[in-house]
T-cell receptor, first 116, second 111 residues
Framework: DAMVIQNPRYQVTQFGKPVTLSCSQTLNHNVMYWYQQKSSQAPKLLFHYYDKDFNNEADTPDNFQSRRPNTSFCFLDIRSPGLGDAAMYLC???????????????FGPGTRLTVL | DAKTTQPPSMDCAEGRAANLPCNHSTISGNEYVYWYRQIHSQGPQYIIHGLKNNETNEMASLIITEDRKSSTLILPHATLRDTAVYYCIVRLKAAGNKLTFGGGTRVLVKP
């Protein structure tokens, strides 16, 4: 089945130690997103890629970066994780950004990040 | 994007219809109503969306009032697997696809 895959499901890192989360998709979608979801809160968009065009949300800290080497893969890099960055990180994809049915987002299962 | 208001929680009985309300009184004419749900420890899942007409798919029905200021998501026969947080989101038809999640409604389906 076509899907959005996130690995690992659980990641533990140390305070200040860089960490990379990965996302892959078999949907061949043009758009990939990263969301942060803290405990008992709603998901919050960090940034997205439309093909190779990167779009950062205005309030996303510089500590968060992203890479998309090809259509299928997208990475979230946290350069110096703090205790406040502990959260579920969700990857999503959509076919396009047309504003119609093609921009329905499909989410992966998420990676839960713990910062020690 | 217009903001939405949903009850924080609700219970419903297994096998019965679950009616989830959402107020979006500041919605504009070119904004869609989307519904997603998030089962515990999983990513959000798309359910349905609409502009002004009622919509139905294999998962649910979406009823939008004539003035578009509110909507109701209907799960026709709730099962225990429908226990989740349900998010009502209003989004511009051509806004670069930003989903702004609000508080959602925590739905507990009871046997």
């Amino acid at each position: 089945d076509a899907m959005v895959i996130q690995n690992p499901r659980y990641q533990v890192t140390q305070f200040g130690k860089p960490v990379t989360l990965s996302c892959s998709q078999t949907l061949n979608h043009n758009v990939m997103y990263w969301y942060q979801q803290k405990s008992s809160q709603a998901p919050k968009l960090l940034f997205h890629y439309y093909d190779k065009d990167f779009n950062n949300e205005a309030d996303t800290p510089d500590n968060f970066q992203s890479r998309r080497p090809n259509t299928s893969f997208c990475f979230l890099d946290i350069r110096s994780p703090g205790l406040g960055d502990a959260a579920m990180y969700l990857c999503a994809t959509s076919r396009d950004l047309s504003g119609g049915a093609g921009d329905t987002q499909y989410f992966g299962p998420g990676t839960r990040l713990t910062v020690l | 994007d217009a903001k939405t208001t949903q009850p924080p929680s609700m219970d419903c009985a297994e096998g019965r219809a679950a009616n989830l309300p959402c107020n979006h009184s500041t919605i504009s004419g070119n904004e869609y109503v989307y519904w997603y749900r998030q089962i515990h420890s999983q990513g959000p899942q798309y359910i349905i969306h609409g502009l002004k007409n009622n919509e139905t798919n294999e998962m649910a029905s979406l009823i939008i009032t004539e003035d578009r200021k509110s909507s109701t998501l209907i799960l026709p026969h709730a099962t225990l697997r429908d226990t989740a947080v349900y998010y009502c989101i209003v989004r511009l038809k051509a806004a670069g696809n930003k989903l702004t999640f609000g508080g959602g409604t925590r739905v507990l389906v009871k046997p």
